[in-house]
Each structure stands twice: as structure tokens, then as C-alpha cells.
């Protein structure tokens, strides 16, 4: 089957099941009992910075996956997500992670940037997916997969798949922008992770921004 993007409703959580509040299989299981194994949940890191690549995951889980207290990884302590990183990368069936730099997002936009990303990981997954579940409000275009995708707002929230892809993706870009730290010392990388802090903003202001680092199309860099 060919991929469109879902429809306004299929954004929502599963009609009559209340918000769990641990992310569940509850959107997987409905792909496995249509014979759909491989379900990859989708997500990306760093939508928001001033600099740095958006880095997108995704990660396709057994069923019998379990992970204590794996979630939203902005709900997750730095130390929950570095445990939680290795335990995924140790028992997932497949994990794919991409990233785009500050000139690609600035040669387009975040949002097609955020897009591609993630494309691109569902396409390097070393076990190919049969569907994905993608965190938002958007499907990827170009995604094309046995099963249409299903985009799901909060959905790094509610799906297992997806907040294991969060944490992957979260952590990947964090250590990415920690290893880029030493080499801008007068922005302090390694420390917002390239968000808009206020150090951040300032430093911005008396040295400028450093080309391929910050993303020029964002205020105040533009």
C-alpha cells in the first residue's frame, strides 16, 4: 500500500481509551493483529534549537519489549534516558537514527527538515518496517510501506514504539552536541544543547553565529 497522509482523526488517541499513563502497545498491537509485525515508532530531537542537526529516530519493538519506566523522553531525567538508551539499543529489533544539519534545515524549514529525517530513518531500519507510527501531526511524504502510517499527536506519550524512538533520538542529538562543544567554547553547546537559553542568545549577540553550527533562518540569527 501506498502512504498518504492521515486523516485529521487518526491524529487522536483511539477512540473510547482513556490516556495511559505509561506509553502502551495499544496502536502496535491494532497493526500486529492485522498481521503487520514490524511496526516502527517514529520521532525526532531538536525541532526548537538555535543550533545543531535535528536528529530523528526509528525504532521497531517485539511485543514482549519491556523497559521500566521508558516515556516522553522530555518527562526523563538525562541519567533515565542514557539507561533507557542502551537497554532499547540491546533488545529492539531494529534502530534507525538520521540527522540533518543547521544548512539543510536553513534550506528549507524545520518542519520539512523534521519530515525528511525521519523518512530517512524508517527507510535505513535494517528490518523493513510493514508501518509506522509517527509522532505528531504529520506522515512523513515519501514514506511508503505495506500498512499506511498513522501519525499521533502526543504520541511519544502514548506509544511504546514511539517513546523508545524519542529517547534515541534525544540522546543521539545530546551527545552529538556535546562532542560539538568543545570546538565553539564561547557558546557553550555541550551545556543547552544549542536551545535558545539565555547564555546562549547573548554569546549569539557578541560573537555571531558560526556557519554551519546555528540554523541563520532563525530569529535572532536571521
Known amino acids: 500500500m501506498t502512504a498518504t497522509n492521515t486523516p485529521p482523526d487518526s491524529f487522536l488517541p483511539l477512540p473510547g481509551i482513556d490516556e495511559p499513563v505509561l506509553p502502551d502497545f495499544r496502536f502496535e498491537t491494532a497493526y500486529w493483529q492485522q498481521g503487520h509485525v514490524h511496526v516502527a515508532g517514529v520521532d525526532e530531537a531538536g525541532r526548537g534549537p538555535l543550533a545543531g542537526p535535528v536528529v530523528a529516530a526509528a525504532v521497531i519493538l517485539a511485543p514482549d519489549f519491556a523497559a521500566d519506566g521508558l516515556n516522553d523522553s522530555k518527562k526523563l531525567t538525562a541519567p533515565k534516558r542514557e539507561r533507557l538508551h542502551d537497554e532499547i539499543m540491546e533488545a529492539a529489533l531494529a534502530v534507525s537514527v538520521t540527522s540533518l ?56 506519550s502514548l506509544s511504546l514504539s514511539i ?25 557553550g553547546l555541550e551545556r543547552h544543547m544549542g536551545y535558545g537559553s539565555k547564555a546562549h542568545r547573548e554569546a549569539i549577540g557578541s560573537h555571531g553565529g558560526v556557519r554551519r553550527v546555528h540554523r541563520f533562518t532563525f530569529a535572532p540569527l536571521k
Open 163 to 187: 517513546a523508545a524512538a524519542s529517547v534515541i533520538a534525544k540522546v543521539t542529538r545530546d551527545r552529538m552536541m556535546t562532542r560539538l562543544g568543545p570546538h565553539h567554547p564561547h557558546y
Open 101 to 156: 544539519c543547521a544548512e539543510s534545515i536553513d534550506g528549507s524549514n524545520i518542519l520539512r527538515a523534521s519530515l525528511e529525517a525521519m523518512r530517512q530513518a524508517v527507510a535505513g531500519l535494517s528490518v523493513a518496517a510493514d508501518s509506522a507510527l509517527i509522532d505528531g501531526r504529520d506522515v512523513p511524504p515519501g514514506l511508503h510501506l505495506r500498512a499506511a502510517p498513522r501519525a499521533v499527536i502526543r504520541g511519544d
